[in-house]
């Protein structure tokens, strides 16, 4: 079971807002640890949407944005798009296993 | 911008070992950490374990101790998974992955495949 909590699946209209939950506990995002996201499209390695809780690599839209709170974290998407349709994931740093740790993945449709 | 390419795609039989490499540019490979990912089909991500190109140390993910082993070479600033008697639960694209400056970079994936 993956140590992190993320609803499997969420699905939205194009233009609406979405938001995915990343539950851990206080061995991780509750730690303190930062939090990153990943958009993986079928067939290609997982990429960065967000990392350190809040941040937008470049190329990214502002579209996309983070937050934590406690032991949770989330995933922010405005304006979706249908190039948005992906599965997303969450990751963090676990310092009882001493290693990343990820969310199982939830699967963003665009309807 | 760091860049990391694995090798190819491997078939493998039945408790054979699996050796996968990532060879790492645009950065100082010494000051990296390389973590290794393995996403089975259809399944989510799973950590592998982690090694430092600095000093050697490593962490593994329990379920695997005993199988996987990392190491680097700092000659050829690259990455190796070893992977052992492989079951059909191996089967996997595999990915090593390092973090700069807090952003995440990934290899492209080596895809494994375990039959008889």
């Known amino acids: 079971q993956p140590v992190l909590t993320q609803p499997p699946s969420v699905s939205r209209a194009p233009g609406q807002r979405v938001t995915i939950s990343c539950t851990g506990n206080?061995?991780?995002?509750?730690?303190?640890?930062?939090v990153h996201w990943y958009q993986q499209l079928p067939g290609t390695a997982p990429k960065v949407v967000i990392y350190?809780?809040?941040n937008r690599p470049s190329g990214v839209p502002d579209r996309f944005s983070g937050s934590n709170s406690g032991t949770s974290a989330s995933l922010a998407i405005t304006g979706l798009q249908a190039e948005d349709e992906a599965d997303y994931y969450c990751?963090?740093?676990?310092?009882?296993?001493?290693?990343?740790?990820f969310g199982g993945g939830t699967k963003l449709t665009v309807l | 911008q760091v860049h990391l390419v694995q090798s190819g795609g491997e078939v493998k039989k039945p408790g054979a070992s699996l050796k996968v490499s990532c060879q790492i540019s645009?950065?100082?490979?010494?000051?990296?950490?390389i973590n290794w990912v393995r996403q089975a089909p259809g399944q989510g991500l799973e950590w592998m374990g982690w090694?430092?190109?600095?000093?050697?140390?490593?962490n593994y993910a329990q379920k695997l101790q005993g199988r996987v082993t990392l190491t680097t070479d700092t000659s050829t600033n690259t990455a190796y998974l070893e992977l052992r008697s492989l079951i059909a639960d191996d089967a996997a694209m595999y990915y090593c992955?390092?973090?700069?400056?807090?952003?995440?970079?990934w290899g492209q994936g080596t895809l494994v495949a375990v039959s008889s």
């Open positions: 992955a390092t973090q700069y400056q807090l952003i995440s970079y």
């Open positions: 645009g950065y100082t490979f010494t000051s990296l950490g």
């Open positions: 090694i430092s190109a600095y000093n050697g140390n490593t």
């Open positions: 206080s061995s991780n995002i509750g730690a303190g640890y930062d």
């Open positions: 350190g809780n809040n």
């Open positions: 990751q963090s740093y676990d310092s009882s296993l001493r290693g990343w740790v």
